[in-house]
Every structure is written in C-alpha cells, then in structure tokens.
C-alpha cells in the first residue's frame, strides 16, 4: 500500500511547494523507492487551459493530452516519471464531475454536499492508481487559509484517520521572514500558520522553513517547540544557485530523512551521483551563448517555464551557460533598426509558441532575420508557423497568413477540424469550445531519411507532445520547398506537417509540436541540444 505525503504552503504564495515536492520526489526515488506527485488545485477552472499565461503560467502538457499546471513539469523533471490526467485536478473538475452525476440521478435522491461528496472525491483522485508505488506525494494548491482550498484540507484530514499516521505525513512549506530594520529572523508567522493549519485538524509532522538567512538552532528549536514538531522536522531551505541544487540541498538539511524517520522506514543513503553532475555542469560551464526568445509573453518567466529549463539543458549537455534575452516580438513591427539592434548580439533565435495575432509580424520577422544572416533559429508551434509564412512570403506569395488572425487569401497555416489520433478521429467545430479541444498530448511522426532532424533524433520515428489548434496547410509544400524550406518531418499518414527546416543554413529548424516538455536536466531534449550546439558554434565564429 502506497504511503501519502501530503504538502501545503503557509503565510504566502509562491513558497515552491511544487519545487519542494520534486526534490523530495527525486531524494525518495534516488533512495530506490518508488513515487508518483500528484496536484491538486483549487481554482474552478476545469483545467487551466483557456487562462492567459499571465494568470497562471504555462499549461504543461502530458503524452495522454491533459492540459495541467506548470508544476507537473517540474514533476517530470525532477523524477523522470512521465505525469498523466490523473496527476492534476482542479475544484472546476470535481465539480463539474458530481453536478453531472447529480443530474443522471447518480445520488438517488440524496442531497449533494461538500462532505461527503466533494471530499470523496478529491480522495479517490488520490489514491487512484497508487498499489505499485510506495510513495505518493500531493501538492495542494494555494495557501492555507484560502477558502476554496478547505475541501482539500479536509478531505486530506479526512485520509490522514483513514490511513493512519503510520501511511501519511504532513510536510507544511512556511516562510521564516528577515526583518531587516530587527536584524532578525522571525518565526510568529510560521507558528500562525501551523496554528491555522491545526484549527482545520491537520497537525503537520514536518515543517520546511523557507528564509533568506542562516536558521539558528535557537529559531529552530522555538519553532519546533510552539509548533508540535520534532526539532530535527524543522527543516531549514534557504534560497539556493538554481532550481538543480536544491535536491542536494534539501537533503543536506535532512528533509528526506525527516519524512522517512515519521514513517519509521531505515533506508540507505540516497545515490545522488545524477544529482552531483547536473550541479557541475551547471556550476562550471566551458563556454557561453547568447539566446533571444522573442515572445509575446516575455512580461512573465513562468509563461514559458519548460522552455526555460529546457535552453538550460541544451545547455548542460554542451557544457556551456545559456544567456536567455526575452524580447518582446512587437518591438520588431516598429521597424529594421529594432530587429538590428535586437537579434545582431545573439548567438541563436527562438521563437516560441503563442496564440492570436499580437506580435506575430515581428516573430516573422524575426525569422526573416536568421534566415538571412545564417543565425540559428529554432521555432516551436506558432514559431514554426510564422517561419512557414515567412517562408511564403520569400517566394513570393505576398499575402501569406494564418486563418487564426483573420480571413486570408493565401492560408499557409490553417485552423484543423479533423485529425487521427491512437483513439480514431478526432472532430472539432469551428466555433466550438475553446476549453480542451486542441491537438493535445503525444503524436508520433516520420522523418525524412537524411534530414538534419533525422541525424539529431537518431531515429526516423519519433513521438512528442502538441497544444495547437492550427496547421501548416500542406498545400504549400512545394512551393515551400522550392525556396528552400523542406518538410522533414509529417504525421504517420503524411497530411499534417510536423517539422520544417531549411538544410543550407547552419540551423534552421521548426516544429509544431512542444519538445520542451519532454526535457530533462538528465535526459536534455535532442532538438534543444542541437540548437545550443548551433549556438555554440556560432559564438565561436563572432
């Protein structure tokens, strides 16, 4: 039977209980064990697919199509552990589930209530699926106090009597202030928060201490004494380098062995050797490049997290530090001398997805600049749309466009209604639902023999993961190809173009698919390490 690790956040938002939740993952799983993360938030949203990146980040996207939250992949960063619908739920699901019950009849009759409908619920999604896992761990969105988390909390409550202490632990992520005008740390906001936590009945076994500074043995005890907790529970987490030191941080500081302590579990030291390599080659790089994303979403890191860590891993697997420049695609409309400007510095181009029509005249020209000055330029779902336009228009097809901005005498990007997936034929009106209804999750595709695609892959089958709603219209192939740009990539049935690139130029490759979600600092993407070495050799001819 698999043990649960349940994990909230205290005082604030944005604390990194999905980062904390990854670490302590990879430590368990570096100890041999077995672990699966699961998600749950409490926005009513079904999924957080139609919100704009500025409110919640990226949607990370898993190979069976579920549209999730950006911590899902930092779960399969940190585990290697590919995440699936059932990993991720939302209080919009939930509901949405029981109300439809509710309206068959499901319920005979019976008043349908929060407890114990919606709290059932929410504990079935947790224990779905765990008998071959030894560990399961689940992220509770938001911060204790938040109303639309109680039923969570409750329903966690509910599962900790349950299971018995002996196959749950508590781990609460709390913030431990710098007063700088006291000179002090201080700890009243974290005993508030357990407080909190303990009024709705859940009293925690661990506690993860962010702080800006050093944590005294004397806060350490303090804490460890108003809150409940063993001293050696209280574990401090500093702020560290980067996002790949902090497994090796947290061990250091003893959380695995805290949590495996609670559940009376001897185990060896965990082999971070994995662990150890990342961090050197984060540490120590042998060289650098420069990267410009041009964007629309730039105002916000989070918007293109997997992106972001992908770069670094390209980046780790050439043994080089990625400079990431994230440029506004507008700026480019305003004329030549901005592009210039902008992308002149830069050792690679990447244009990434996105959707309506904002900024796309300046990612075309983004693209036209790298075709043009042998830049290497990597496009990613919109940005290999806009490099197939570009492409259009540098053959003389002046009106080329995509449908997705409007009407257009010359489609060379089209919206899609039909498609084949594993599960048959896929259908979708035109003026349907925005929510879950792209070309979602893994798709396999062929590549073209001898393609430069082909050589990085190393392989002629490959599989990755899609969120689109519109594509390269193949009708354009080979007038596409006549200028250069070769379609080296297309689903199995050969209609739907999946890759693009142009052979002659040192790196000019587009994709419609999104293989920075499949990245990992131990297993870099082959198409992001391609591009930083790319990247790197044009660094060494400037």
Known sequence: MARHIFITGGVVSSLGK????????ALLQARGFKVRIRKFDPYLNVDPGTMSPYQHGEVYVTDDGAETDLDLGHYERFTGVSAHQGDNITSGRIYRDIIAKERRGDYLGATVQVIPHVTDAIKDFAQADTDDLDFVLCEIGGTVGDIEGLPFVEAMRQLRNELGREQSCFVHVTLVPYIAAAGELKTKPTQHSVRELTGLGIQPDVLLCRCERPLPDSERAKIALFCNVRREAVIPALDAPNIYHVPLQYHGEGLDAAVLHHFGIESADPDLTRWQDIADRYDHPEGEVTIGVVGKYVGLPDAYKSLNEALVHGGMANRVKV????????????????????LEPMHGILVPGGFGERGTEGKIAAVRFARERGVPFFGICLGMQMACVEGARSVGIAKAGSTEF???????????????????????????????????????????????????????QISERHRHRYEVNVAYRDALEEG?????????DGLLPEIVERPEHPFFVGVQFHPELKSKPFDPHPLFSGFIGAALQQARLV
Do not use: C
């Open 18 to 25: 999905g980062l904390m939740a990854a670490s302590l993952a």
């Open 323 to 342: 400079n990431i420049r994230w440029i506004d695609a507008e700026i480019f409309e305003q004329g030549d001398s901005e592009i210039a400007a902008a």
């Open 406 to 460: 409007g009407q257009t005498e010359e489609p060379v990007v089209g919206i899609i209604t039909e498609w084949m997936s594993k599960d048959g034929l896929q259908k979708r009106a035109k003026g349907g639902d925005l929510g879950g209804t792209m070309r979602l999750g893994a798709y396999p595709a062929s590549l073209s023999p001898n393609s430069h695609v082909a050589a990085i892959y190393g392989t002629e």
């Open 484 to 492: 250069g740009l070769i379609f080296s990539g297309m689903s199995p």
